[in-house]
């Protein structure tokens, strides 16, 4: 079994800052990519950034300039680092990795996500 657990999440004003984290536990052999998808109420689940394990990053358009995504493979742990908030940032994000269990079986794996609202 695998489990990713996020924090960091909260509430923020407008132009603030906050930097989800994101960890891995369990019976892991591996982790190849892992990324962050947020979904706002009555939307569907977007990607916000992905990362692989070489530590290439991508970003939704939406981000780019504001988020940085990082990893500590160490650690099996992937954060995202969040700047200039705006309100239409508000969501509920969560994390995703592709792991390789011990078993050698690969699938991707979700946390249970967290709360980002953004308000004055």
């Known amino acids: 079994q695998v489990q990713l657990v996020e924090s960091g999440g909260g509430l923020v004003q407008p132009g603030g800052s906050l930097r989800l984290s994101c960890a891995a536990s369990?019976?892991?052999?591996?982790?190849?990519?892992m990324g962050w998808y947020r979904q706002a109420p009555g939307k569907q689940r977007d990607l916000v950034a992905r990362?692989?394990?070489?530590?290439?990053?991508i970003y939704a358009d939406s981000v780019k300039g504001r988020f940085t995504i990082a990893r500590d493979n160490a650690k099996n742990t992937v954060y995202l680092q969040m700047n200039n908030l705006k309100p239409e940032d508000t969501a509920v994000y969560s994390c995703?990795?592709?792991?390789?269990?011990?078993?050698?079986?690969?699938?991707?794996?979700w946390g249970k996500g967290t709360l980002v609202t953004v308000s004055s």
């Open positions: 995703n990795a592709r792991v390789t269990s011990t078993s050698r079986s690969t699938m991707d794996y």
């Open positions: 990362i692989t394990s070489g530590s290439t990053p």
């Open positions: 369990g019976s892991i052999f591996s982790i190849s990519a």
